[in-house]
């Protein structure tokens, strides 16, 4: 199998297509720009971390191949 990172466009037009893991990064963007806002507001704040979750998008490079 062959898997792919970040879910471009080339992943899923290729053949065979390719599996690809997509990283949530509107999300990603987001949560980093609260946590730096909130970061300046209470400098003495604690350090916070967020866990996001990819989405593993299985295509034709990581399924078994057809029958002739």
């Known amino acids: 199998a062959v898997i792919g990172l970040d879910g471009i466009l080339a992943a899923e037009v290729s053949v065979p297509s390719l599996t690809t893991v997509e990283q949530p ?3 990603m963007a987001r949560a980093t720009l609260e946590l ?33």
């Open 25 to 27: 990064c509107e999300a």
């Open 36 to 68: 730096i806002a909130r970061r300046r507001a209470h400098l003495d704040a604690p350090t916070e971390q967020r866990l996001l979750k990819p989405v593993l998008r299985i295509r034709e490079s990581a399924t078994a191949p057809l029958a002739p």
